[in-house]
């Protein structure tokens, strides 16, 4: 590809080209930081400087205050994401960093799904629920609140069964995860 | 006490002589405590100034450079120094005044967000809170500043934070749970890298300013005459080895020798020293170096394998690592004698394609011929501070550094404007020594206010200004590769620099007899005080050799 400084004309698609990072290959991300102001930023710069999107980004505490985790997944090359990473590191106030394995990961998601149901299908849609062991949260005439929660493939296919009844609007909280065993995360 | 002397005593407790700043209202507290600190306090003219002072000071010293600037303006004013320091590791301490806390976020008078517009440009940054913080954080920065691979850190302080009365005492137990960089070098990997370097027969070390940081000069020359090594260095990398020396290939990239891009082309194994393979040193990356395994030495691990390969990756200090790879590689008793075909080779390159340039057969200057005089009108022993563009690639190529500390050049982000100011916080750090500003006629005007920082002050910094009345190198990017339609880099002949010399409280002078220049030189470089002088030079000379943009380093012109 042509450097910049020179009048040579780039295609579209060279452009394009340089820049493919994703490749369609999830990560989960697990990150513990310290709870102070302005790390989430931090973090997100060094995902939005390299063009990276994030596909889910949760933060909670940890059961030590002065700690946050915060987990979150994206497409991406091994490559650029271990260049990520190592970025990660840097950050004063990042502590450790895993790239989760998926298959030594339970990882869990909550949604939260509102249904514009009346009487007429509600049986049917409540018996969807309990096979998936979805909660009805909230009823009203025309409408019920069904919360699940499960990995990301089993909301998904959730969302497939429901949503011909009639979908008002739906939540997720994106994924949260831990490794699988006595080792910590 | 007040908060604010909190600082000033946290600045005496990290050995802080000299700052940079200039006062405004988030941080007229903090000026007051300096009124009658026993700290140095340079009044710049402009807060990038004061930023670029502080690099200047920090790279010329060692020491942690600081800068002080009010809130808004004035802390968008240090953005480019926060990252020009990023980019070449300077180890500086920027504190920021901020409106008071309970202004922030309202668009307050001066208010800007200067941790969000800072963020991606600092090693680390941090907007205080309370005034019980304010002693802790500010040694936390000094320490995050100077250790590991060292940066910018930024301490914004609200203003009526400074106003508290709190209690100081030194923070000595600095602990930073995500913060612990690895300095020692992995003993395998170490001997892993001495048996290559035992069976290379083609060798090169490639070395940046990671040495220099290091503070491992010494070290590394142990190990390039244990070796016999051939050596090059990067642009921010000059002085890590003594130079001219037998074994040195000078500089490598874009401007460097053909001798050591092609060593480097040819080479077998590229072991690399706090050096990180930037696009100018590599040309196009997927020609670079194709014959050569890497071992890879760096104190920050997200250097390694970033845009090469490295076979050895070793994350620790050059100044711990070298001695040790030293030692494993003379245990290996490697025969010296696998290496002189390589040497022969490129003893051959270092005879045909020397440095070299047409010289006038009239009274014209060539800017390398100014290069030269300053050279040897300064006894190739000043520290040199550089602006960007032209003037700094013949710096580089013609001005040879025998010892670290010596050469300030804005290499990572190419900051117009960093030579003067940096020329002036090097002098105000080691006032016993020579200082130059080698700058362009372009460059120099970006900050040229600081001309009358220093004859306030009396830093006495000689500014050489090679005047070719172009921003050159744009120009000769156009020449070579636009069809010579100059847009927009024509400087004209304004200003008459001498007069602005004059105007700013210093001695203006201007060189142009070819046969004198070299004693004119030293009699500036002997009057007393702030001297500009002007060198009128061949308009359109071009610097080379060069790797044309997006080629292969063997592919080098002119």
Redesign the interface.
Known sequence: ???P???ELLSLEELEASGGLRTGRKHILSIL??NK??VL??IA?LFA?RGFNIDTLTVGPTDDERYSRITLTLDGALHPI??VT??L???????KIRDLEPAETVARELALFKLAVDGASRAEVLQICEIFRGKVVDVSRRSITVEITGTTDKIEAFDRMLRPFGLVEMMRTGEIAISRGRAET | MRAVDAIVECLKAEGVEVVFGLPGGANIPTYDALYDADIRHVLVRHEAGGGHAAEGYAKATGKVGVCLATSGPGATNIVTPIQDAMMDSVPVVFITGQVRTDLLGTDGFQEADV??IT??AV???V?L?HPLEIPRALHEAFY?ARTGRPGPVVVDIPMDLTRADIPYEPVEDIH????QPTTEGNAKQIRQAAKALAAAVRPVLYTGGGVISAGASDELRELVEAGGFPLTCTLNGLGSFPAPHPLWLGMLGMHGTRTANYAMDEADLIVAIGARFDDRVTGKLSEFAPRAKFVHIDV???EI??NVPAHIPIVGDARNVLPRLTEEYRALGAEQARLESWWQRIHAWQERHPLRYDDTTDDEIRPQFMIESLYRATDGDAIVSVDVGQHQMWAAQYYHFRRPRKWLSSSGLGTMGFGLPAAMGAKAGMPGEQVVCITGDGSIQMNIQELATCAQEGIDVKVFIMNNGYLGMVRQ?QEL???RRYSAVDLGRWPDFVKVAEGMGATGVRLSSKVTLEADMREALETPGVVVVDVPVTAEENVYPMIV??GAAREMEG
């Open positions: 590809m042509g450097e400084g020179t009048p930081v310290e102001p302005g930023t931090r710069g400087r271990d260049q190592k970025q590191h840097k950050l004063v106030n990042v502590l | 941790m969000g963020m991606p090693k680390h940054s907007m809170r995050i930073l749970p995500g913060y920050d691990p997200a394998g970033k990017w590769f636009w069809d943009p997006g």
